[in-house]
Nanobody, 121 residues
């Protein structure tokens, strides 16, 4: 059974930092592209950062220079280090695991339950 469990969310002041972690089980973690998404109230879910099975990363423009995604294939975890947080970063953050084929078709797609991040003074 597949599980993605996020942790590390909470309340932080503007300019502060948080580190989110996602623990994965039930699938071959190293074969999956791992991503963090977020969804703010009244807005659509958006991609924040992605790391491929090869370790290549890409961030949304809104978080470039502030957020860093990393993975540990030995521990089956993916982290999101968030620095210089802004009120507009407030959202529920979701971990996603996705396996795609050579043509880019989605073969498997798993989601965590989300963790709340609130940036406020």
């Amino acid at each position: 059974q597949v599980h993605l469990v996020e942790s590390g969310g909470g309340l932080v002041q503007p300019g502060g930092s948080l580190r989110l972690s996602c623990a994965a089980s039930g699938f071959t973690f190293s074969n999956y592209r791992m991503s963090w998404y977020r969804q703010a109230p009244g807005k659509e879910r958006e991609l924040v950062a992605v790391i491929t099975s090869a370790g290549d990363t890409n961030n949304a423009d809104s978080v470039k220079g502030r957020f860093t995604i990393s993975r540990d294939n030995a521990k089956n975890t993916v982290d999101l280090q968030m620095n210089s947080l802004k009120p507009e970063d407030t959202a529920v953050y979701y971990c996603n695991a996705r396996r795609i084929d050579i043509l880019g078709r989605i073969l498997n797609d798993y989601w965590g339950q989300g963790t709340q991040v609130t940036v406020s003074s």
